[in-house]
């Protein structure tokens, strides 16, 4: 199978997913696809090893997390769910890790959000300052921006 071709349709049935999700993949560079001739125009194929790569991934358990999915709950003897067993709850210790490093990555983003600012004000200073030495008007003056004013005919 490793020169083997799946449609576009096909790859994202075995993905489980629909053909506009697989689509939106291609599209943000996700999921690697070529237009070739179909039976009924310009097509979308898939490589077949991509796809088993990616369904090996999708069966992997995340990084860091113990046994990755939360545990199916045992089932009665019946084999039917009751209606009173409450949903698996996330373990503790992982939610406030989780809820630590979004802090510590939100804290981050202002950090750099603010260090951004500060680098374009200083950029628009030195800007301005050479404008005023070479001697041309600030932005904004002026029919040169391409705003013109308009003359009402009525």
């Known amino acids: 199978m490793p020169n083997e071709w799946l449609t576009l349709t096909e790859a ?3 993905l489980g997913i629909s053909s506009w999700t697989a689509r ?3 599209r943000d560079g996700r999921l690697h696809a070529e237009v070739r001739a179909g039976p009924y125009g310009p ?4 490589p ?3 796809v088993e790569a990616i369904q090996r991934a999708r069966q992997e358990p995340l990084p860091g997390v113990d046994g990755g999915a939360a545990p199916e709950p045992a089932r009665p003897a019946n084999g039917r769910r009751s209606e009173a067993a409450p949903p698996a709850a996330p373990a503790a210790g992982t ?3 989780l809820r630590a490093e979004l802090e510590r990555l939100a804290r981050h983003q202002e950090e750099r959000w603010q260090a951004m600012s500060r680098e374009l004000a200083e950029l628009r200073r030195e800007l301005d300052e050479l404008r ?7 932005p904004g003056d002026g029919p ?6 308009r003359r009402w005919l009525w």
């Not at 005023?132 to 600030?138: A, D, F, I, T, Y």
């Not at 040169?144 to 004013?149: F, S, V």
């Open 12 to 14: 994202a049935d075995m």
């Open 24 to 26: 939106r993949w291609v």
């Open 43 to 46: 097509q979308y194929y898939v």
């Open 48 to 50: 077949a090893i991509q």
């Open 95 to 97: 939610v406030a890790a």
């Open 132 to 138: 005023r030495s070479l001697g041309e008007p600030p």
């Open 144 to 149: 040169e921006n391409g705003r013109r004013r």
